[in-house]
């Protein structure tokens, strides 16, 4: 399993972005899929999970709901992150993740992580 993010960077407040996630060496459908982010000093948030096997199913986090959308596209084995109204408490290496279940993925859930993309939200 592979995965390589990218699309990260420095955004001013309000901002928008959109991370991309490259996935290979696994049947990228039939695996959910999400991301997490990291402070420095902190441990990882969980962000936005995308269920697997045809179970499109998205949750997010309190902190992000209505601003990030996860989505995908399977014939490309990505998975996206579009975050609009960027605060600069979104600073931090978001990751890519993917797990072994059919079920919409929580932090536990995942087995598998990319190297991370550095998001920084400031003016």
């Known amino acids: 399993v592979q995965l390589v993010e990218s699309g990260g960077g420095l955004v001013q407040p309000g901002g928008s972005l959109r991370l991309s996630c490259a996935a290979s060496g696994f049947t990228f459908s039939s695996y959910a899929v999400g991301w997490a982010r990291q402070v420095p000093g902190k441990g990882l948030e969980w962000v936005s999970g995308?269920?697997?096997?045809?179970?499109?199913?998205?949750t997010y986090s309190d902190s992000v709901k209505g601003r990030f959308t996860i989505s995908s596209d399977n014939a490309q084995n990505t998975v996206y992150l579009l975050m609009n109204s960027l605060k600069p408490e979104d600073t931090a290496v978001y990751y890519c993740?993917?797990?072994?279940?059919?079920?919409?993925?929580?932090?536990?859930?995942?087995?598998?992580w990319g190297q991370g993309t550095q998001v920084t939200v400031s003016s």
């Open positions: 993740a993917a797990a072994a279940t059919p079920e919409t993925p929580w932090l536990a859930d995942f087995g598998s």
């Open positions: 995308r269920g697997g096997q045809g179970r499109d199913h998205t």
